[in-house]
């Protein structure tokens, strides 16, 4: 009874929704609309009645057969305002461009979104299909592609150069950015912190950022084992122009979570 | 065998790293070694994934409830009009993203929003792929291209065989025109399917 999706792997197999997720819509399927939306309705994800959005989506998506309105716009906006609530806010943390860039970014997630939904309701969309397997996961990809929209606009995409002239850092600057671990800091587990700091990240260029990332997953920058996948192969530089980008974007990032307020 | 036309786009890649189950150092690993080519876009999706949303209870702000609300109006309304002309209620700003997201000057999409391509000139594999880019089905564009060729066509007709600006012209001659490399002018034209 409950639809299968379409959109097919890499492997060129069908997806599936997961187990948990398949169950909760057997269970939710027979209930009217009223019913549903009242679900729906519990927004804290940490409140055990709360419905995940990848079954939201298959409701709002299945209101496509039926042409009754009835709760159909309550579905809609409930799921329109998780998405909302999804999208990184502009916050205080950072300088002005990256506030106002994070604003282009939600909106246009947002607007893509609501195009994807709409396109779905005259012909099944597939891409659709990848919201309904993991919803965070879908957002994440729309907000990646927003962003490098966004990183064009304004022209941050230019690939690390390697500086000849300030190619080896001063041994101060090294030292700090050895000493300072950001990522374990004590306050880490105070969710302004991890915002502050992913703000600062936001700001860095994007290869910077890219390199803080893959530290961050414990991707090694070289390797001597052949077929290791390192740093330096995945972005294609040298191991030290590598390191050299690291120091800078430690040193950077410590200046701005020392220089904000204790 | 492993041809071209079965190679995954990057699109394709980046959402279903996307939605993997489990996003560690492993998973991230395990697609840089199969889309080397994807690198940078694989790491870019990696901090998207990691990205701590401050998933808050505050209440939606008027601008949040507009909206939404705009977004609903919009859904209903739509329905019939995006069913018959996928290409009509494009911004320019949404053209503008599209013609970069396939890699092309934005006049050649234009030229198939006022209709100026003649329809059966244009390979199925580049018809998908724009159709994917409006998020409708091939099908779907297809129809509503084809469905106003009639109107280009008398217009060409009373021009008495000099050739009109608004008379259709061929994807390859669009492609020429618009001054899109050779390279990728072949890439476009062939029908990998």
């Known amino acids: ?262 | 065998m492993n041809s071209d036309a079965n190679k995954p786009s990057r699109e394709e890649v980046l959402d279903a790293f996307a939605v993997e189950p489990l996003h560690n150092r492993e998973t991230l690993e395990r697609y840089l070694q199969e889309y080397p080519q994807f690198a940078n876009e694989l790491v870019d999706m990696s901090r998207e994934l990691s990205r701590v949303i401050d998933a808050d209870q505050r209440p939606m702000s008027p601008q949040e409830q507009a909206m939404i609300e705009a977004a609903w109006q919009k859904h209903m309304s739509m329905e019939t009009k995006s069913a018959k002309d996928p290409l009509a209620d494009l911004s320019v700003a949404r053209l503008r993203e599209i013609a970069l997201q396939l890699d092309l000057p934005r006049q050649v999409l234009t030229a198939f929003r006022e209709r100026r391509v003649v329809v059966t000139s244009v390979p199925e594999r580049f018809l998908k792929k724009l159709a994917g880019a409006l998020s409708c089905s091939a099908d779907l564009l297809a129809g509503a291209l084809a469905s106003q060729t009639g109107s280009t066509l008398a217009r060409s007709y009373k021009s008495e065989g000099k050739p009109a600006a608004e008379a259709a012209v061929t994807f390859e001659r669009l492609l020429i025109d618009a001054g899109v490399p050779e390279a990728k002018r072949a890439d476009l034209m062939s029908d990998g399917d």
């Open chain 1, 1 to 262: 009874m409950v639809t299968p999706l379409r959109k097919k792997t890499l492997a060129g197999e069908s997806y599936t929704r997961d187990p948990k997720i398949e169950a909760k819509l057997v269970e939710l399927e027979g209930l009217s609309r009223d019913e549903l939306v009242a679900r729906f309705q519990i927004r804290r994800r940490d409140d055990s009645g709360y419905m995940p959005s990848e079954c939201l989506v298959y409701f709002v998506r299945a209101c496509r057969a039926d042409n009754s309105t009835t709760g159909f716009d309550r579905l809609y906006k409930i799921l329109a305002e998780r998405v909302l609530r999804s999208l990184p806010q502009a916050g205080n943390f950072d300088g002005k461009t990256a506030s106002l860039t994070k604003s282009n970014i939600s909106e246009k997630v947002f607007g893509r979104f609501v195009e994807l939904l709409s396109a779905d309701r005259s012909e099944y969309s597939e891409k659709l299909d990848y919201f309904e397997v993991r919803f965070d996961g879908a957002l994440a990809s729309l907000r990646r592609d927003a962003q490098e929209q966004a990183w064009r606009d304004e022209n941050r995409s230019a690939p690390l150069e390697f500086d000849e002239e300030t190619g080896d850092l001063s041994d101060e600057v090294e030292r700090a950015a050895g000493s300072f671990d950001l990522f374990s800091a004590p306050e880490i587990d105070g969710s302004d912190y991890r915002l502050r700091l992913d703000a600062a990240i936001d700001a860095l260029p994007p290869d910077q950022i890219r390199i803080i990332e893959m530290l961050r997953k414990g991707i090694p920058i070289d390797s001597k084992e052949a077929g290791a996948v390192t740093i330096a192969k995945a972005l294609g530089k040298s191991e030290k122009t590598i390191r050299t980008h690291r120091d800078k974007a430690l040193a950077a990032l410590r200046v701005t979570m020392s220089g904000g307020e204790r």
